[in-house]
């Protein structure tokens, strides 16, 4: 008996280290201020039901609001058995002091709900901050942690030459494309050439848009039909672990939970010129993530459950003002270009379907309806079990839109419920936000 718990215990240290696959969600603790330990753990059982392993607490320096919420959190994921680690953003309100880092880790750490690399390293990541990276030999010998820091801003290998030996690997916020390009995964496999064996977490995000005059933000990024092509790079790079941008990142539109009143705040404290999140959900966008979550840790999935996923932006991109939104962002070298240059008026769907034989999707705008195709097959080609996606423009057609799937006749799948399409522009300002609703 003892031999064998003996053998058993040598087994478990020769895993490899990257035995887990892990799926996270990036989640603005600053967002949070109002809620409740109940609003936490309905969030927590949102994130549940679709396999998130794990929220990321984005926390700033000097936010007076954190120790409560940190509270909220860490009682609300203890009721729910889930799991919350940190990223301490550098830029948000300036870097963090490195004592403050070691007393937060050493704080919560130990905390049962606190996510742990293997069972025993606390795990820790940051938005930015690579002008500290000097703080972090101490940090990890003091508290132990398994670091995975954003500093994307010096690109794969800048990151790696800062950090030394400090880092047990590198997170990625480069989730979005440049220009009208799709996204690839190039800088996917540069993060994981330059970590040359260390941790790859890799981003996937749905959508870019923030108007935030008040902190100095106005551009969108190509979201069209990104969210599907990004789980299906996730299968093709492999990485040790996915971090979702975010799961409720408001100001720049790329949240994937609930919309909730109490925490859009932000818009005006920063006097935005609209409000472009109250009454657009992205709910959608979490329907097929037990789907993609399954493929990518057990290397193939079966389809439980039929669904569709449908996201269009409500405003046609000429009818309103721009909003002074820029496509892009010269800040990150890019050429700056018109918004409706980087969008298709068209509304997006994605079916999960164990097959597409006889399949067929109707697209209907204020009662008028056109036949939908799919330009996307799944991964296994036309006909096999997977995600099949397509879209159709609006053209000249308004109001309520309704998708149906249907199979030899019969309905499998119908999404209605969003927003409409419309010329009416809150303000005079163009929403360059989409809406994503499900079957
Ligand atoms: C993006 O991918 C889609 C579908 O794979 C393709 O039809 C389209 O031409 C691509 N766009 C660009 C700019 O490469
Ligand atoms: C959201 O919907 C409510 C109810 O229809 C409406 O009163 C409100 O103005 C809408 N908000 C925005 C920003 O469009
Ligand atoms: C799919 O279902 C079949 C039959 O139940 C099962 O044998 C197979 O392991 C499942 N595949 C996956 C990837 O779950
Ligand atoms: C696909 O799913 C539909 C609806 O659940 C079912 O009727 C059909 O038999 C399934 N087809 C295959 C090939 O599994």
């Given amino acids: 008996m003892r031999f064998l718990l003996t053998l058993a215990t040598a087994a478990l240290s020769l895993l490899p280290v990257h035995a887990a696959k892990?799926?996270?969600?990036?989640?603005?603790?600053?967002?949070?201020?109002?809620?409740?330990?109940?609003?936490?753990?309905?969030?927590?059982?949102?994130?549940?039901?679709?396999?998130?392993?794990?929220?990321?607490?984005?926390?700033?320096?000097?936010?007076?609001?954190?120790?409560?919420?940190l509270e909220n959190a860490f009682a609300a994921a203890n009721s729910k058995n889930f799991k919350l680690f940190f990223s301490f953003d550098y830029l948000a309100q300036g870097p963090w002091p490195k004592d403050?880092?070691?007393?937060?880790?050493?704080?919560?750490?130990?905390?049962?709900?606190?996510?742990?690399?293997?069972?025993?390293?606390?795990?820790?990541?940051?938005?930015?901050?690579?002008?500290?990276?000097?703080?972090?030999?101490?940090?990890?010998?003091?508290?132990?942690?398994?670091?995975?820091?954003?500093?994307?801003?010096l690109g794969p290998s800048g990151a790696v030459q800062r950090a030394g030996d400090t880092i047990d690997g590198l997170f990625s916020f480069d989730a979005w494309p440049t220009g009208s390009a799709n996204i690839t995964t190039d800088q996917d496999f540069a993060f994981k050439t330059a970590l040359s064996g260390k941790s790859y977490m890799m981003p996937v995000s749905p959508w870019f848009y923030t108007n935030l005059p008040g902190f100095n933000k106005n551009w969108m990024w190509r979201g069209d039909e990104l969210w599907d092509r990004r789980w299906e790079q996730v299968l093709e790079v492999q990485p040790d672990f996915v971090e979702i941008l975010t799961w409720n990142d408001y100001g720049e539109s790329h949240y994937i939970g609930p919309v909730r009143q109490k925490e859009l705040g932000l818009f005006a404290a920063a006097a935005a010129p609209i409000n472009y999140v109250e009454n657009i959900s992205h709910d959608g966008w979490r329907k097929l993530l037990p789907y993609y979550i399954s493929q990518y840790?057990?290397?193939?999935?079966?389809?439980?459950?039929?669904?569709?996923?449908?996201?269009?932006?409500?405003?046609?991109?000429?009818?309103?003002?721009?909003?002074?939104?820029?496509?892009?962002?010269?800040?990150?070298?890019?050429?700056?270009?018109?918004?409706?240059?980087?969008?298709?008026?068209?509304v997006f769907y994605s079916v999960l379907l164990n097959s597409s034989e006889d399949v067929t999707v109707t697209v209907s705008i204020g009662g008028q309806s056109q036949q939908g195709y799919f330009s996307s097959p799944p991964a296994g080609g036309d006909g096999s079990s997977g995600v099949y996606q397509g879209s159709v423009p609006f053209g000249f057609r308004r109001g309520n839109v309704v998708v149906t799937?249907?199979?030899?006749?019969?309905?499998?799948?119908?999404?209605?419920?969003?927003?409409?399409?419309?010329?009416?522009?809150?303000?005079?300002?163009q929403n360059w936000n989409a809406a994503a609703i499900s079957s």
Avoid at 113 to 140: L, R
Avoid at 324 to 342: A, D, M
Wanted: hydrophobic share 35%; with cysteine; aromatic share 8%.
């Fill in 22 to 69: 892990e799926v996270f969600a990036h989640y603005i603790v600053g967002n949070a201020p109002e809620l409740s330990q109940a609003d936490w753990e309905d969030d927590i059982q949102l994130a549940q039901d679709v396999l998130i392993d794990a929220f990321v607490l984005n926390i700033a320096s000097q936010d007076p609001n954190n120790a409560e919420s």
């Fill in 100 to 153: 403050q880092v070691i007393s937060l880790i050493q704080m919560y750490g130990n905390n049962p709900a606190y996510f742990k690399h293997d069972g025993s390293k606390p795990f820790v990541s940051t938005f930015e901050g690579p002008d500290s990276a000097g703080d972090w030999p101490e940090i990890k010998a003091t508290t132990g942690c398994f670091f995975v820091p954003d500093w994307s801003s």
């Fill in 297 to 346: 840790k057990n290397g193939g999935a079966n389809v439980t459950e039929e669904a569709a996923v449908v996201s269009y932006r409500s405003n046609p991109s000429t009818a309103c003002l721009t909003g002074g939104t820029t496509g892009g962002n010269k800040l990150f070298g890019e050429t700056e270009v018109p918004p409706e240059q980087l969008v298709d008026d068209n």
């Fill in 405 to 429: 799937v249907a199979r030899g006749g019969t309905t499998i799948a119908e999404v209605q419920g969003g927003p409409s399409i419309s010329t009416l522009c809150i303000n005079g300002v």
